[in-house]
């Protein structure tokens, strides 16, 4: 094919030049408008897990969430659509880092991901289940009070209810992600890998933690430390020795 002529080659650059240009500010208007959408969608989900904080689910109404973000209370419905989705966004912020909803095996590659940050390479079964036990304490101190909103919450509400068991359901999800890392053969004679997820679920929950932490005056230290040697006592076989292990200095 012959190269067209530089006038030809020209022509078509000044006709072709036009919507690219279009095409681009196209774009950032549309970059910018969700970024808008996305600040707004922060501020509201900020404004109400203060007001939660200060006030309980039933005390925080649309309108003071609304005015704490300084937006109005039409932008707050367009926005989350309900103080009920404001509650589920301010929960997966906690959980997640992201306040809009996930698919499940999303929650599972974070969770993981997030775990993985704490291993070393090629980690024994009981170093595997102390990261486990690490990362749990960082979820709970970033989601305590959301799950005591959905403790209270749901206690007068059917919808937020069904939230609640919604978000059981992907602790599952997540649990079994968790678990994953770890062969059959890691687990005590007689344990199966659906009776560990039961296990997880149950020591590394939100009423292990309400009742350690917030009843029982557990520190942070000391409830990482009874995650953890209780995960390695119910799963793993007693007869392997535990390593010595150096833990990273943590807050709490």
């Known amino acids: 094919m012959s190269r067209p002529s530089s006038d030809e080659s020209d022509a078509g650059s000044a006709t072709e030049a036009v919507p690219p240009k279009r095409q681009r500010s196209t774009s950032r208007q549309r970059e910018a408008g969700a970024a808008s959408r996305a600040e707004t969608q922060r501020l509201l989900v900020v404004a109400a897990g203060e ?3 200060e006030r309980g689910y039933s005390g ?3 309108t003071a969430i609304a005015e704490r973000a300084g937006v109005s209370l039409q932008t707050l419905y367009l926005a989350w659509g309900s103080k009920r989705q404001l509650l589920r966004a ?3 912020q906690g959980l997640s880092g992201s306040p809009t909803a996930i698919s499940d095996a999303k929650w599972a590659d974070m969770a993981r991901t997030r775990l993985v940050a704490l291993l070393p390479e090629d980690p024994d079964p009981q170093t595997y289940l102390r990261a486990l036990a690490r990362l749990f304490r960082s979820t709970a101190e970033q989601a305590a ?3 005591q909103l959905y403790r209270d919450a749901a206690a007068i509400d059917p919808e937020v209810r069904s939230d609640q068991l919604e978000l059981s359901r992907l602790r599952r999800v997540t649990m079994t992600g ?3 890392g770890l062969p059959d053969e890691s687990f005590r004679v007689g344990l199966s890998r659906d009776d ?6 149950v020591v590394m929950g939100p009423e292990s933690y309400a009742l350690l932490v917030g009843q029982s005056g557990y520190s942070l230290d000391r409830f990482e430390e009874w995650v953890a040697r209780t995960l390695i006592a119910s799963l793993l076989d007693p007869d392997q020795p535990e390593p010595h292990h150096e833990r990273p200095p943590t807050t709490g």
């Open 196 to 201: 560990a997820i039961d296990t997880l679920l």
């Open 51 to 53: 007001l939660f904080a």
């Open 60 to 62: 925080a109404t649309v």
């Open 90 to 92: 301010f929960m997966e």
């Open 178 to 180: 968790l678990l994953s």
């Open 145 to 147: 009070l959301g799950w």
